[in-house]
Structures are given as C-alpha cells and as structure tokens.
C-alpha cells in the first residue's frame, strides 16, 4: 500500500469542510490552511459554495484535478458513497476521519469501505481516527485546534498509533521537544491500512529515523511478525503496548500456557527482534529522544558520570547501578593523574566525578577532553545543573560541541523550571538529549546499549 | 511414554520412569533404588499441592503403601495413570515449555520451575525458532539468572535444552502445549522429572 500520496500529497480534498467552527470538517481545513500547506486545497460540501475564501465544490467528482488526499468527515452512513465518488475521481488515498464503524458494532459498514478502498486501489487509513501530520510538507489532518494541540517542529521521529487520544497526547509533548516529528499517522479502526502497513511506510521513508509505536492489537499477526525479523535492524523501534491486565486468562492446561498470556507473548517478540519496550508514555519520549538523536553507537557498558551538584551525580550513580546492563566506569590511572594535575581543587578523582558547585564551561570541558581519553569510559552523562553560578549559555555551547565530536554516546540531565528549560531547548535542538531526571537518563542509555547491541549481532 | 520417545528423538532425556498398574510392579521398577511415584490426571494441573505425589520411596512397604493411597486418591480423577520414576537427585527445579500460539505460532518458554512456577513467576518466553543468542538472553531475562546459571557448563546445558525444545516444537505442529516441569539441574546435568503434553 502507498502511503506517500498521503503523506506527501500535492493536491488535498477535505470533504465535509464547512463554514461552521463547530463541525470537524471546518478544523480539517483551517489547519491546512494555518500549517501554511501549499498544494491544491478543495473543500467539498453538498450546500455551500464557498468555504472561507475557498471554492467549494458539490462533490469531489466536480474538482476536475487530480487528488492526491481525500479527507472525509461526514457522518458514517455517507461515507460509502462519498468514496465510491472517490474511486471514480482516481483519489490516490482516503483517510476516513469520522467514527461510527466498527467501534460501535457496525462492522459491516467497515468492510463495505474497505472493499471500496480495495477496489478502487485506494490506500485508507481510518475510520475513527485522527489521520495524519507531516511537518514537512506541511499536511495535517488532525481536526484539534492548533491552539489547544502544540504542533511538532521537523525532526526524524515518527509515531503511529491506533488511539487517537493517545496518538495527540503524544503529539503535543513532543511539540514541546528539541528532536520533533517526522510523521504521525493515527489509523483508529484499520479498516484497510494497518499496523503492518504502516510500519513498512515508515521503514522506507527516509525522513523517519525512528518509530515509535502505541499498540493496542495486531490485525495480522503473522505477516507483523515477519516484518518484525527486519524491521528493527533498518531503525529504531520504541514500542508502548496497552493491555498488559486486559486479559482474559483462557482455560489452561499447562502452566506454560498459565505464563504466557497475550501481553507476555508480544513483549517476547518485541525482545526477541530488537524494538525497545516502553512501560509508560513518558518512556516513548525518553527513548524516541535518545535514539533519534545518538549518531554514535554505544560499544560498551561502562558509564562516567560528571556534575556539578554532588547529590545529582550520587543519584545519577545509582540510577546508572540500577539498570541491568549498565555500569559505572572506572578510570584509568592516567585518567586520575590528569585529573589531579588540571583541576587540584577537586577533592574526589572518583566517578561520579564532581566539579563543585561553581564549575563552569572550561572545567566542564577540561575534564571531558581527559574523560574523552579514557578506554575504560564507553558513555557519558553530564549533569548540568543551570542553578548554579558557573552555568549559562556557554555551557550549553560546549556540551553541544562535545556532543557532536566525542565520537560515545552523550546525554545530560539538567533539572529545573524556566531558565533551565530554555537551555535545554536550546541543547536538544542541538542535538544532546536532556533529562529532566537522573532515573530517566539512565534508562535512556540502558535502552540504546540493548540496542546498539541489537544491531551489531543481527547486522 | 509416547512423550517420553518425542523427547529423547530431539536429545532431550528424562528420567528412567513406568507407568504401574500394581504395588508389585512398582515394586519391581524400584528394584531396591528409591523411586518417586505420582498420578497423571488431566483434571489435575498441581499434583503436588493435591497430595498426588510421593517422594524418595526406598522400602518395599513404603511403595505398597502409597500406591494403596495415590490409587485412593486417584479414584475422583479418572481416568488416570500412576507413574513410578527413579528419586532424582536434588538440584535446582526449572520449567521448560512450549504452547502454540494463535497470533504469533510456537513460543518457548523457561523459567524457574517446580513449585514456584506461579509464585515468583520469572520466566522468559520467545517466538521459535530460536538462535543459540535467544537462548542465552532468554537466561539473562531471568531474575533468578544468578541462582541458575551458576557456571558455564549449566548455562549450556539450559540454552541446549531450549534450542532442543525450539527444533521439537517447530517439527511437531500439533502440540499445542508442553510443560518439562520441573527439570532438575544440578552441577554434573539434569533430570526431566515431570512431562506434560497437549495436542
């Protein structure tokens, strides 16, 4: 199935647009036309002759142009022959916004429609969903005011979920995040376009740098399981499955059987075939941060930490302890030596390696260029507390120039309110992943060593 | 004694053991060895909690003795067998199984066996086949890991038998599900103690 089209589309039909601001069909529109969209734009509408400065048409089959997107919001028993109309105009793909189908029992209405989409070669996501978004070329079909929904800037991160609810929340957090949205695709009941589906698009789409999934059901599991054997190898796939208490626990035999419930089984393959496990929406963010931003691969285990808060370094120490497969590093002889001889005032040489409270971007930067050396040092956590006198803009600067020459993995934490928080834009935009807490940042890490492992074993 | 075969055909051994139909033939099994003896039943998943199983029976009258009681036992649970095994040395109890599954085909799964299958319930599963790399990362998601992979040659042998179980159960699609429950490892191998089958 071509997503592209939808994804991409030079020309878009909104059919339902209206006049009104209450109707669904209006705040389609209105956003194509905030979001600056600059392909063809069609308002379909049986009453009305224009919509806002927008000519409006009876029926897509009277645009007389090629369509690339037909978004339909009208009220579900319309929704047949407004995409037969479709098929007979060469619409390239539909997404079905309204609900009404499946969700409610009328499944027979949802297969009429993916029996037209079918016919038609038509690709189609929904119904019942929120649609899609594509900061780049500027397509959103979300039908949530931008003044309530924060809309991503342009990144590599791309995210598709079933629920549309979950699917926006998402959304706007990640509007409030340096490393920003590739593409996002809601696909509600996946009448036709499914897990499988999508996850292929945003395998091949080269602006999408890392996938992440909500996941509440596979529609087909075997032909999601084969794609599962190569997908995480092409990128990155952070995965949120719901329904771990959901389960209905069949009559078993075994105790095998008493183990391995639904829940159990899909978390054994997304081990298995390299996706990293989210527990909770905030995981989705940390990870998707850590792995759309880490160019560098991490090749071992070992971890220093450097602060300039003793408590924030002891507590990074032992969120990095906790993980599985992390560890502190210890340094090297050398390492201690050229401590001692930079920074005399230091009185401890140890990792975590505390600066004091008073450090500020040259000792910052003294002690990496030393750490930078160290073969026993495979991955760096800097905690920049932003409270103190030593830290302002130009330390920002620094970690970011170290960021992107150190060749190991980086990530800082820095905790705090305003003025910490628009450093931490300014780093994240940069490209250095920040944490708001040393359990998260730990967790970050711990789940790039998995799968940059992941990826040298199945290369 | 069918699964029995099954298992030994992918070089997966388990105890010396016979169904009996008498106290003499458990008798004669035992040959002066101590034996466990238990009953099979599908209408009884916990043998042990429901009193089905007899342990280390060294003396002639402590054999005749339990068969009079299992077959008491036994007789709401018909149809029924009782099996006399030789007493497996003690060790470190693990269960090994498989089941098919309807999304995603067969599954394997290991984890700490025995009686505290369903207390702790720290066991990894993976979609078969499996790579001897599964195998290995299916131990090490164990919170138990330390308690059962104690030394290399354990750790082999464990990844071995679960990449034995993948090839059994990728080959015999019928099974829908296996339970080696428990397998008794200790320092110098392991004992199938008890084998569970569904198709």
Redo the contacts between chains.
């Keep these: 199935m071509n997503l592209e089209p939808m994804l991409a589309p030079r020309s878009v039909a909104v059919i339902g647009a209206s006049n009104n601001p209450d109707k669904v069909g209006h705040v389609i529109l209105q956003n194509y036309i905030d979001a600056g969209y600059e392909g063809k734009l069609f308002p379909v509408n049986k009453n009305a002759e224009r919509i806002g400065n927008l000519e409006s048409f009876k029926s897509v089959l009277d645009i007389g142009e090629d369509i690339d997107l037909a978004v339909i919001a009208i009220p579900a028993p319309l929704v047949p022959q407004v995409m037969e109309e479709c098929g007979k105009a060469k619409v390239k793909t539909v997404i079905v916004v309204s609900g009404g189908f499946a969700e409610i029992g009328e499944t027979a209405l949802e297969e009429k429609i993916a029996r037209i989409a079918i016919k038609h070669k038509m690709a189609l996501v929904g119904p019942n969903c929120l649609g899609v978004m594509n900061p780049r070329s500027r397509v959103d079909t979300l039908f949530l005011p931008t003044y309530k929904l924060g809309r991503p800037t342009v990144g590599g991160v791309s995210f598709m979920a079933q629920s549309g609810a979950v699917g926006s929340t998402i959304l706007d957090l990640i509007s409030s995040e340096g490393f920003g949205l590739s593409k996002f695709i809601s696909y509600g009941n996946a009448a036709y376009a499914d897990e499988v589906d999508i996850l292929e698009y945003l395998i091949a789409d080269k602006d999408t740098k890392v996938i992440v999934m909500y996941l509440e059901g596979?529609k087909r599991?075997?032909e999601f399981?084969e794609l599962a054997r190569r997908a995480a190898k092409a990128k990155p796939i952070v995965v949120l499955k719901a329904g771990k208490t959901a389960e209905g626990a069949a009559a078993?035999?075994?105790?095998?059987?008493?183990?391995?419930g639904?829940y159990?089984?899909h978390?054994?393959?997304f081990?298995?075939f390299g996706f990293t496990i989210a527990d909770d929406l905030s995981d989705l963010l940390y990870y998707a941060k850590i792995l759309a931003s880490e160019s560098a691969a991490a090749t071992g285990n070992r971890v220093a930490v450097i602060t300039n808060g003793g408590g924030a370094g002891v507590l990074a120490a032992d969120a990095v302890a906790s993980t599985s497969n992390l560890k502190l590093a210890e340094f090297s002889a050398e390492t201690v030596k050229a401590l001692k001889k930079t920074m005399p005032i230091l009185s401890s040489m140890r990792n975590p390696l505390d600066l004091a409270g008073d450090a500020n971007y040259a000792i910052y930067g003294n002690a990496i260029d030393i750490l930078q050396k160290d073969k026993n040092v495979d991955m760096f956590i800097i905690v920049a507390l932003f409270q103190t006198p030593g830290a302002d803009d130009r330390l920002a600067n620094e970690l970011v120039r170290y960021k992107n020459s150190i060749g190991k993995p980086m990530i800082a934490i820095s905790i705090g309110a305003a003025y910490t928080q628009s450093h931490k834009t300014m780093m994240e935009s940069a490209g250095l992943p920040v944490y708001d807490s040393p359990s998260s940042a730990a967790k970050a890490l711990s789940e790039l060593l998995k799968y940059s492992e992941y990826k040298r074993?199945r290369r | 004694m069918a699964a029995k075969k099954l298992l030994q055909k992918y070089g997966i051994r388990s105890i010396d053991s016979s169904y009996v139909k008498s106290a003499d033939a458990a008798v004669a099994f035992a040959d002066g060895d101590p034996i466990v003896m238990k009953v099979l039943s599908d209408k009884a998943l916990h043998k042990s909690k429901a009193g089905l199983v007899r342990l280390n029976l060294g003396e002639e009258k402590d054999i005749r003795k339990a068969f009079a009681d299992l077959s008491n036992r036994a007789k709401r649970l018909r149809p029924y067998k009782i099996i006399a095994q030789r007493m497996a040395a003690p060790g470190i109890e693990m269960i090994i199984g498989g089941r098919t599954d309807q999304q995603f085909g067969q599954i394997v799964l290991i984890g700490l066996g025995g009686i505290y299958v369903e207390v702790f319930r720290d066991f990894a599963l993976r979609i078969c086949p499996i790579t001897r790399y599964d195998a290995g990362d299916m131990l090490d998601q164990l919170r138990s890991k330390n308690v059962v992979t104690y030394n290399g040659k354990a750790t082999k042998t464990l990844e071995d038998l679960l990449l034995k179980t993948s090839k059994l159960l990728a080959e015999n699609n019928g099974i829908k599900e296996l339970d080696l429950n428990p397998v008794i490892m200790r320092a110098n191998g392991y004992d199938v103690v008890d084998i569970r089958i569904l198709k």
Excluded at chain 1, 252 to 260: G, I
């Design positions: 596979i599991p075997k399981l078993a035999h075994s105790h095998t059987a008493a183990l391995s639904n159990e089984t978390m054994a393959l081990r298995q074993r």
